[in-house]
Nanobody, 124 residues
């Protein structure tokens, strides 16, 4: 059974940084995409970033380009989201997800398993 466990969320002031982690277990995670999404209160869950598990291909939502970096440690089966220059509008619950299908995924329905989420709150 696939399990994804996020950690690293918290409260930070605007301009600060956080690093989220997503530990994956239950299946071989080679050759598939991992993604980060976020959901603010009253809003739809939106794509943030994705990375191919066994390569270096990454893709970001426009509003986080240059501020967020997605990376992975295959030995630890863990994906990270380094978030710098945080803004109040980045406040949301952040979820990691895995896509066991070929090709990049940019929407919620493109992903097959999800973590429970971790809260990120950015104060102004």
């Amino acid at each position: 059974q696939v399990q994804l466990v996020e950690s690293g969320g918290g409260l930070v002031q605007a301009g600060g940084s956080l690093r989220l982690s997503c530990a994956a277990s239950g299946r071989t995670f080679s050759n598939y995409h991992m993604g980060w999404f976020r959901q603010a209160p009253g809003k739809e869950r939106e794509f943030v970033a994705t990375i191919r598990w066994s390569g270096y291909s990454t893709y970001y939502e426009d509003s986080v380009k240059g501020r967020f970096t997605i990376s992975r440690d295959n030995a630890k089966n863990t994906v990270y989201l380094q978030m710098n220059s945080l803004k109040p509008e980045d406040t949301a619950v952040y979820y990691c997800a895995v896509r066991f299908r070929y090709g990049i995924g940019l929407t919620r329905t493109d992903y097959d398993y999800w973590g429970q989420g971790t809260q990120v709150t950015v104060s102004s």
